[in-house]
């Protein structure tokens, strides 16, 4: 893991020395966890092989579900910085995939976006409601069916 302070190239002060290709914007893809980092990949290719954007990936650590997201970044050798660098840098956009953190404490605009088909569903309120046990809540062929 990278030293803390240390910001990936070009965020780093002396970024431009190393750097062959300026970017002209930067945009953060905030992750939650490993469903909202296939989602964001998905939104964010459309900056895939635009030199102008550089694209960085953060965490905010809100997610009682990130296991594993750290290596799923790491493997796919997505440019990383902590949720407090994020915040002090001056990012053209960020996107997120999930409403989770602190996402009102980002300076700049942000776009967000549903991590997959189910999030915008209506969950039942209904006794035993999301149980898998046969005829539980409203998960019964005569549900919705008009009497005589």
């Known amino acids: 893991m990278r030293e803390t302070g240390r910001l990936p190239l070009p965020l780093r002060e002396d970024g431009s020395r190393w750097s062959t290709v300026a970017a002209e914007r930067s945009v953060l893809g905030v992750v939650h966890n490993i469903t909202s980092a296939t989602r964001l990949l998905d939104l964010l290719a459309v900056f895939e092989g635009d030199e102008r954007i550089q694209v960085f990936f953060t965490r905010t650590g809100s997610s009682a579900l ?38 009102h404490r980002l300076p ?15 969950l039942s309120r209904e006794p035993g409601a999301g149980s898998r046990e046969p005829g539980a809540g409203s998960v019964r062929a005569d549900v919705g069916v008009a009497g005589p």
């Not at 700049?108 to 209506?122: M, R, T």
């Open 108 to 122: 700049f605009p942000l776009i967000g976006a549903p991590h997959g088909a189910g999030y915008n569903k209506v």
């Open 66 to 103: 990130d296991g594993g997201t750290e290596e799923f970044l790491a493997s796919r050798g997505m440019a990383r910085i902590s949720w407090r660098e994020a915040l002090s840098q001056p990012f053209d956009l960020a996107v997120a995939t999930s409403r989770g953190g602190e996402l």
